[in-house]
């Protein structure tokens, strides 16, 4: 039996499967009741619900990349700044680059529960150990 990855290990492992737009993998990494919860966009729900989203986001989006730049874990939750390019913001590289991102994620036995994109403000930077 697979040891479970270290919560910070399994976020990086998520974040590599999204670079990579490996569908099954980042899938694999998901708990069964997995939450996608995007800023102010209503949650979904389990992989079968998230498997057509994130298809069709990699296939609207097949250059998107995510850079994290620092990772702060607390007990189950980690918390990821960095910057993405390729998204669905449609914007130059460069100029996305320079746009902070946050993430959160729940981590329960090597697994990822919840990701979460949340509001990129001095207090949540500072709730969050990021600041």
Do not use: C
Request: charged share 25%; aromatic share 6%.
């Amino acid at each position: 039996m697979r040891r479970p990855l270290p919560p910070p290990a399994a976020v990086l492992a998520f974040i590599d499967r999204i670079n990579h737009t490996d569908l099954d993998g980042l899938l694999g990494l998901m708990t069964e009741d997995h939450v996608l919860h995007v800023l102010t966009e209503p949650p979904v729900a389990g992989k079968a619900a998230l498997r057509p989203a994130w298809r069709t986001y990699f296939e609207m989006f097949p250059d998107y990349v995510v850079y994290p730049e620092r990772i702060v874990e607390d007990g189950s939750i980690v918390a990821v700044l960095g910057h993405t390019t390729g998204s669905h913001l449609n914007l130059p590289d460069a100029e996305e680059a320079r746009i902070p991102v946050i993430w959160t994620a729940e981590v329960h036995d090597g697994l990822i529960s919840r990701w979460s994109i949340v509001e990129d403000a001095e207090q949540t930077r500072r709730s969050l150990g990021l600041a």
